[in-house]
């Protein structure tokens, strides 16, 4: 399972098994997870400031992240 699908699972334990199945048959999801997790990763960079980045690119950030997760909480539930 790629990394990306471990931080949704962290993220959503209790679709665990939609998440599998979505993985397996939705290849926009998966294009979806990724993403996330590549925002998760610069998120967590910024703000261990190993990484800095302006405010407005973080705020960006930030306001796709939430985006993702809804867009994938809509598919979790579908």
Do not use: W
């Amino acid at each position: 399972m790629p990394p990306s699908f471990q931080e949704l699972i962290g993220e959503f334990p209790e679709a665990f098994e939609r998440i599998l199945e979505l993985e397996s048959v939705d290849p926009d999801f998966v294009r979806l997870a990724r993403e996330y997790d590549s925002i998760n990763a610069a998120l967590q960079l910024f703000e261990t400031s190993i990484d800095p980045i302006s405010n407005t690119h973080h705020s960006d950030l930030r306001r796709r992240k939430t985006y993702l997760k809804q867009k994938i909480c809509t598919r979790l539930v579908a």
